[in-house]
């Protein structure tokens, strides 16, 4: 077997909901991102084997294999395959992990990964009926930005409980209470804009044109404990998971470049080093990175104490806080050092790109290191990268 490498990593700034992206296609977002990680590396686009996409939607206008419309959106030639993976909040980390071993499998020497999801665009759907022009009554209209839809009444209604609902009973499970919450929330704000001003995200941020933005739309750095604690809880009546300490509807994209050894006269971020997937009960899926985590170091041949940073996706403070309780050898203060999902946002299948990306670009700014990525997933999976540089 051979290893794999990620040469180099971008991100669109995320956008709120609604907000300054919410104009552009899924498809564009994707064609931007894939564009300018060629411009940066060089590379020959014709060199890349394979465009391996995620997207968790795929209800609108990125249906169809949005890999592959990015591509030819970007001007790759028509000889560049693609395409898209879905495993919901996890679908880049997936794509990652697919172009990471298809590389040291021998399959190809270089393949572009990431993900997209414009949440503000994700349409709403119906069902069909089941007989052509059949008048049988009105029908359910289903809005496909996130959340259970169309479900099977096959499935046990306790695992079909909304994600929210899920941060809540985390936060029963762990004995989390409001004020951790909150206070988790606020770090993660507080730690992205000090980010951003320090141009800890310069090395991996590009533009959408005529969309521009200063930092990550959901950044509120003006947030305090005070105005955390006056927002109402949202899933349950004296729940303590709120708008506030969780994460947000939001738009982006992300790209990573990985390849084989030498395959670039560039040095390369970071070396895959490790992976993992795990699965637990759907109405728990938000501390199922733990496990996955725990596997990805032993394949990597790690421990713990090895770890010099965590990137771990901030769908909610309950979850999060969950997980870092799950890790009692993990130092807290070595996760997520430049703000979260709660702060930075969670457009679904972009965020797994972004994880893994920010966690190379750190591990080359330091020197080396072992970094961790890990995300959960709804209906109850989780994945984890290791990284070492």
């Not at 409001?178 to 533009?207: K, N």
């Not at 009960?281 to 496990?291: I, L, R, T």
């Not at 430049?338 to 994880?355: E, K, T, V």
């Amino acid at each position: 077997m051979g290893t794999s490498f990620i040469y180099d990593a971008v991100r669109t700034p995320f956008g709120r909901a609604g907000g300054a992206l919410s104009g552009v296609r899924p498809d564009d977002l994707a064609a931007v991102v894939m564009r300018v990680i060629v411009e940066r590396t060089g590379i020959d686009p014709a060199r890349i084997e394979d465009v391996i996409f995620g997207d968790a939607n795929q209800a609108g206008e990125d249906n169809r294999n949005i890999a592959r419309m990015g591509a030819l959106l970007a001007g790759f030639p028509t000889t560049v395959t693609g395409v898209t993976v879905n495993r919901l909040c996890a679908s880049s980390v997936e794509a990652v992990i697919q172009g990471s071993r298809a590389i040291e499998s021998g399959d190809a020497d270089v393949i572009l990964a990431g993900g997209v999801e414009s949440m503000s665009r994700a349409p709403y759907v119906v069902e069909k009926a089941t007989k052509p022009f059949s008048a049988v009554g009105n029908q359910t209209m289903w809005n496909t930005a996130i959340g259970w839809r169309m479900t099977n009444p096959a499935l046990p209604a306790d695992w079909t409980i909304s994600n929210g609902a899920s941060a809540e009973k985390l936060a029963q499970i762990y004995n989390i209470s409001r004020d951790a919450q909150d206070a988790f929330a606020l770090r993660s704000h507080v730690l992205a804009a000090q980010a951003w001003e320090a141009g800890a995200y310069d090395d991996e941020i590009v533009q959408v044109a005529g969309h521009e933005l200063a930092r990550d739309e959901g950044i509120r750095a003006d947030s305090s404990l005070e105005k955390l604690g006056g927002l109402k809880a949202v899933f349950a009546a004296e729940g303590t998971v709120t708008a506030g300490n969780s994460s947000s509807i939001n738009d982006g994209a992300s790209a990573l470049l990985l390849g084989g050894e030498g395959v670039l006269d560039a040095e390369p971020l970071a070396r895959i080093a490790g992976r993992a997937a795990f699965g637990n009960d759907p109405d728990v899926f938000g501390v199922a990175p733990v496990e996955a985590a725990n596997r990805a170091l032993v394949r990597a041949g790690k421990t713990w104490a090895d770890v010099d940073l965590v990137e771990l996706n901030e769908a909610f403070a309950s979850q999060s806080l969950a997980c870092v309780q799950l890790w009692p050898e993990l130092d807290p203060e070595r996760v997520n050092i430049h703000g979260g999902a709660i702060a930075i946002g969670h457009p679904l299948g972009a965020s797994g790109g972004r994880i893994i990306g920010h966690a190379a670009h750190e591990l080359a700014r330091r020197g080396g290191g072992v970094a961790v990525a890990a995300i959960c997933i709804g209906v109850g999976q989780g994945l984890a990268v290791v990284l070492e540089r």
